[in-house]
């Protein structure tokens, strides 16, 4: 589908927010302890990509299998995993993002602020 698309790994990679060794690893075979999440987000690149499309030039069956797969993951406008809220609260899929941006030597201190302002404003 990369190829068709004429995507190089690296611009899928950049498109799903993934290395491009995970692109690599997927297509030759070895990437068989991928997370989903990897997955999901090359699926999302290569969704976006195939939107741009004409339709009029897919098989009946890319259609629906384009068409399909929004009842999976629905369209977004940027079309990588980022533009997809995750949380059905986005304050707290901000504070998980916040915690995973801090280096793990310092998440320590951040949940001690993040628990003491809690408290305050309890």
């Known amino acids: 589908m990369r190829e068709f698309l004429g995507l190089s790994q690296e611009q899928l990679a950049r498109g799903a ?17 991928t997370p989903l999440l990897v997955l999901i987000k090359i699926n999302l690149a290569l969704k976006h990509e195939i939107e741009k499309l004409d339709p009029e030039l897919l098989s009946d069956e890319a259609r629906r299998l384009r068409d399909m797969d929004d009842r999976i993951a629905p369209p977004s406008e940027g079309g990588g995993f980022r533009d997809v809220t995750m949380m059905k609260d986005p304050a707290l899929e901000q504070l ?5 941006s801090v280096p793990e030597r310092q998440r320590e201190r951040l949940l001690a602020v993040m ?3 809690g408290e305050a404003l309890a």
Do not use: H, K, P
């Not at 927010?17 to 302890?33: D, K, P, T």
């Not at 998980?96 to 995973?100: G, M």
């Open 96 to 100: 998980i993002l916040i915690y995973r």
């Open 17 to 33: 927010g993934v290395s491009q060794g995970a692109v690599s690893r997927l297509e030759s075979g070895r990437g068989l302890a």
């Open 115 to 117: 628990t003491a302002v």
